[in-house]
Structures are given as structure tokens and as C-alpha cells.
């Protein structure tokens, strides 16, 4: 509880929406938060495809072990202290299935559906005899592992929330969509509204600012095409916690680094000037995970699928596929 405690008290002291026309689901923003409270600290950040010397198995082996279900289950066990390493979006992907099983006492959410968010991470189980693995925008695991608004895109098929975003602007010309657009100054991007309209427990997607630090304007990006002399897009997929001043806090696995063993599962923060885009995606249905039952395993989402290698989505491709009209 002491990682979730500020962000619990100022949820709690939530007199209505966040914003006006905003929904907040407080029960299930507090499952979010003890759910992050069940996980370890650190365990270590990694994206690798094989065990190495610093990990015995990897982050894809670890939410395998982590998801336990049998077809004789009518529901799943999660076990957090099982999903060691672990990077980002399986942060994110574990928080909402350990969320969903502390949020879900009258069981809405039913056995298809659970067995259709288990992740297939290339391992053979009784569900997936053959240990196929499943590559951006496939099945539930694939589009919460997506880039881009991966997870606000699944949350959105599923009818279990909405998504609201901000874009800071392209800093250089040969990345602007129109010959108007404008990037933000640094008090203008402070002062947005979108940081008013964040509540903790919201999932978070950052596109990173690195035009300061690294000369890059990746975080104008939304995906990664196949020109390597593009700029690709370079994110992170969060649950946000809140802010103060102009510090954003929020927690994930957080990582790379010089020594990723003794990273992972924790608390980080960035000031708002580091951040160019970002998608916040709300669930105030959580019972609609129960339609993950018609998301069959081999189901694709083209337009999540593309962002892995093949092209880069436009903002108002982005907004179409979130359900954002305003």
C-alpha cells in the first residue's frame, strides 16, 4: 500500500468527474492501485527472447507462469511474484488482469473470456498446444503489447472505457502532418488541460520528448515503419498516479539501464516537458472484459498490427481508431 497510498487518498477525494463529461469508475480505479500494491519491487526490466545470465527466464516465460489457468478453471489466478523480469506493456497487461480479478467478485467476467486474455507468448499449454506466440495487434495480449494506443484501442473494442490525448506538436518540419502545426512552449504544454483530466489508476501511453536531450523528434511518432532513417516512435506504457507541480508520477516496469536486474516494477517520474504526446485511456465498464470471449486468440487488429514495422499512423488515424470525435 505505501507505493499507492497518495494516489488512493487523491482518488478518493474525487468529488465527481475528473473533468466536465468525464466518467470515472472509482471502484474500479482503487482495484488498480491494490493491484499494483500485489507486485514486487523491481524483479528486473527485460525484453530479451532468451534467459541470460542476469535472468533465468524471460519477461514472456514469467507472464506465462504468472497466468495460471486450467480449461477445468472457471477463472485464472495471477501471481505477480511469478512475472519476474518484465518490461513495460506486461506491466501494464498484468495490472489490468490482477486488477480485473480483485474488481470481479460476482463473476461477470467468464471462463472465454479469461482463456481468450491469456497471453500466447510462443510457450505449448493446453490452450495453445502448439506454443504460438502472438505478434502486435493479434489477440488480447497483442494488442495490449502493441505500440502506439495499443491498450486504448483494446479498451475500446471491448466497449470497457474511452481514451482522451494531447499532442504537444512536431518540432521538425519533415514530421509536421500539416503545414500549421505548432510546437507547443514549454508553458503552454505545462498548462494543457489533459494533465486536469487525469485521475490515478488511468492507463497512460507516453511518447517520448527526446528533442531536448537526444536531438529526436520520435515522440511525434505514433509506431515504428521500415525506414531506418525515419524517425521511430519511442514509448512507454504506464498506469498514472498523478502530479504535482509540473511532475508526473506513475508506475511500471521502468527500465532500460546499466544494471536492468535491479530495475522493473516501480514508481517513476518525468517532468510534463519531457513527454511530446500522450494517451490516457480510461475502463469505467470493466465488466465488458467479458467480450474478450469474441477476441479470439488469432484475431488481428490490422491497424495495431501495422504500427509494428510496416508504417506510422497519423494522429487522425490515432483519434479514429480510439473513438475520439472532439
Sequence with gaps: MRRTLIALLALLCLTGAASAGDKVNKGWQQAVLSAIDSFP??????????????????TWRGLHDAYQ???????P????????????????????????????TKHRIKHAAWVNMKPRVGIADEFNPDGVGQDDGVGF????????????????????????TAYRGAKSERNRETPDERYLNDGEWCAHGIWQRAVPGDLMKIFWN???????????IIGCNNDKTADQEAGHSVIFMGCEGDTVTYWSSNGPGKHPELMGYSMGRCHKNDIQRVVFTRITRPERFNNARK???TDVNAYLRDLNGVRHSSTAEMLYQLGIRD
Excluded at 519491487?41 to 524471460?58: C, I, Q, R, V, W
Excluded at 501471481?79 to 470481479?104: E, H, N, R
Aim: hydrophobic share 35%.
Design 210 to 220: 527526446r528533442n531536448e536531450s537526444r536531438g529526436s523528434d520520435s515522440g511525434a
Design 77 to 104: 489466478r495471477f501471481d505477480p511474484m511469478q512475472a519476474q523480469p518484465s518490461f513495460c506493456s506486461s506491466a501494464t497487461y498484468g495490472v489490468i488482469i490482477k486488477a480485473l480479478l480483485i474488481w470481479d
Design 41 to 58: 519491487d523491481h524483479g528486473g526490466y527485460y525484453t530479451g527472447s532468451k534467459p541470460n545470465e542476469l535472468f533465468a527466464k524471460t
Design 69 to 75: 489457468m486450467t480449461s477445468r478453471d472457471e477463472r
Design 141 to 164: 495480449w497483442g494488442r495490449a503489447n502493441a505500440n502506439g494506443p495499443g491498450l486504448g484501442v483494446l479498451v475500446r473494442e471491448l466497449g470497457a472505457g474511452y481514451s482522451f
Design 295 to 297: 477476441m479470439a486468440p
